[in-house]
């Protein structure tokens, strides 16, 4: 755990206890009891009210809390846009996690927001003339592995080809169009870029081994070799 996601996980405790001990903090998060102390003094550096009691332990001053976060109608209304935009992917994966948090934004919103927000999304349709029934579930790890510089293996069936190639990529990014995520890699078979159909992926696997960064720039990528469906 980073020292960020600790001292967040620390904060939320204190909130939660009335009183919480070094010692009980350094066995949560399985680290000394020193670190312990230079966390507590993060979070009073950062204005955080925490309270010492002497030979007993942490606590936050009595009505301490985080502001919430608000949002204008306007701003839930462009979620709420996104939401019926998003959810017409073909990658279930990516439309998972989106509503997932989405259902968080939407638990700080307002009486009011929530209603009118609910409102709007029953007076929404995309539509979407051109209908393909095939889909995807890889989008979320391949932007992992693209962020985290991970080795993807594949198993790859093009436009009007029945045969299917496995290939070891490096993933650098991607880009949607016509309702179709598209994603550039590093082909090792073909020693050059190449695009990659996410729906066509008919088997992948996120690889352990790291790749050193090419530099690709997406936008030089599209001056010398547009996109052309495979």
């Not at 206890?17 to 312990?36: D, M, P, Q, Y």
């Amino acid at each position: 755990m980073s020292q960020l996601s600790r001292l967040i996980a620390i904060l939320t405790l204190l909130k939660s206890k009335r009183l919480l001990t070094a010692n009980e903090l350094a066995k949560k998060f399985e680290v000394s009891i020193r670190t312990i102390y230079r966390d507590i003094r993060k979070l009073e550096e950062a204005g955080i009210p925490v309270t010492t009691i002497e030979g007993r332990g942490y606590s936050l001053m009595d009505g301490y809390s985080v502001a919430p976060v608000q949002f204008t109608e306007k701003q839930a209304n462009a979620l709420i846009t996104a939401e019926q935009l998003i959810n017409q992917s073909k990658d279930a994966s990516f439309v998972e996690d989106f509503n997932d948090a989405l259902t968080k934004i939407k638990s700080v919103f307002r009486t009011s927001i929530q209603e009118k927000s609910e409102l709007l999304q029953s007076k929404i349709h995309i539509f979407n003339p051109t209908y393909e029934n095939i889909s995807s579930n890889a989008l979320s790890e391949i932007q992992l592995a693209i962020t985290n510089f991970n080795r993807i293996e594949i198993n790859y069936c093009k436009v009007n080809d029945t045969n299917v190639s496995f290939r070891k990529i490096e993933p650098y990014a991607m880009y949607s169009t016509q309702h179709k995520w598209i994603l550039i890699a590093w082909c090792h078979l073909r020693q050059d870029y190449r695009a990659f159909r996410v729906d066509r992926i008919q088997h992948f696997k996120i690889l352990q081994e790291k790749f050193e960064d090419r530099k690709f720039n997406l936008q030089a990528y599209f001056q010398s070799c547009p996109y052309n469906e495979k």
